[in-house]
């Protein structure tokens, strides 16, 4: 039985602008170059690039501050093309979302673009690692009572594809924030999870082909 494990920003939920409103308000508060905070690749904890970034200052608390900001900052957040049908078509049993996002950020993102949170929603405080780690896809997979060969992972992400492939999952990448070459591991690549659905693209054996 397939199980499908998505992360959340780029494959469900268009929170784009939301995400880089916040980094270039915090980018100019601390004087950093604006091509180094545009030139962020996002689908890591925000403590991690805050360090990368910035690391005389203190990344636990920058963080939260962002994700506060972020959480209270969703007004042109919305559902990407078969988020919805994603999470109907699988239903609790089989579904999970996986994302570098805080508890509080990622269920003000879901209630903001109208879809319901599913039963198990890893986020980056309920993890030791992030993205590119397979911490957060093997605790969804427990979760869900799945194995990682049956487990597939929505991404849109360069850290999210390593983390699904280092679980050992079929990993499916998302067109919606990366290049066709930044994403070029992935096992497929599609436009959208509407496209997925519609194609059905699921590994070899699945009883859901």
């Known amino acids: 039985m397939t199980v499908v494990l998505s992360d959340l920003d780029g494959v469900l939920v268009d929170s784009q602008a939301s995400i880089m409103r916040a980094w270039r308000a915090w980018g100019r508060r601390h004087g950093l170059e604006e091509a180094a905070v545009e030139a962020v690749e996002h689908g890591r904890p925000s403590g991690e690039i805050v360090a990368a970034l910035a690391p005389a200052l203190d990344a636990a608390e920058e963080s939260r501050a962002l994700d506060a900001l ?4 969703t007004g042109d957040v919305v559902a990407l093309p078969g988020a919805a049908d994603l999470l109907r078509a699988f239903g609790p049993a089989r579904v999970a ?3 570098s996002c805080t508890a509080e950020l990622a269920e003000a993102r879901l209630r903001a673009a109208g879809l319901e949170p599913p039963a198990v929603v890893v986020t980056a405080d309920r993890l030791r690692r992030g993205k ?6 093997l605790l969804a997979a427990r979760e869900l009572g799945a ?3 049956d487990c597939v992972v929505l991404e849109d992400a360069p850290a999210g594809v390593s983390a699904g492939l280092a679980a050992g999952m079929h990993v499916v ?4 924030t990366h290049a066709p070459e930044e994403l070029a591991e992935a096992h497929e690549r599609v436009a959208s999870v509407a496209a997925w659905l519609a194609g059905r693209h699921l590994p070899a054996g699945s009883p859901d082909r």
């Open 173 to 176: 990448a998302l067109l919606t």
């Open 70 to 73: 972020q959480a209270a900052d």
């Open 132 to 137: 590119p780690d397979p911490e957060g896809y």
């Open 147 to 149: 194995e990682a060969a």
């Open 97 to 99: 979302v996986v994302t």
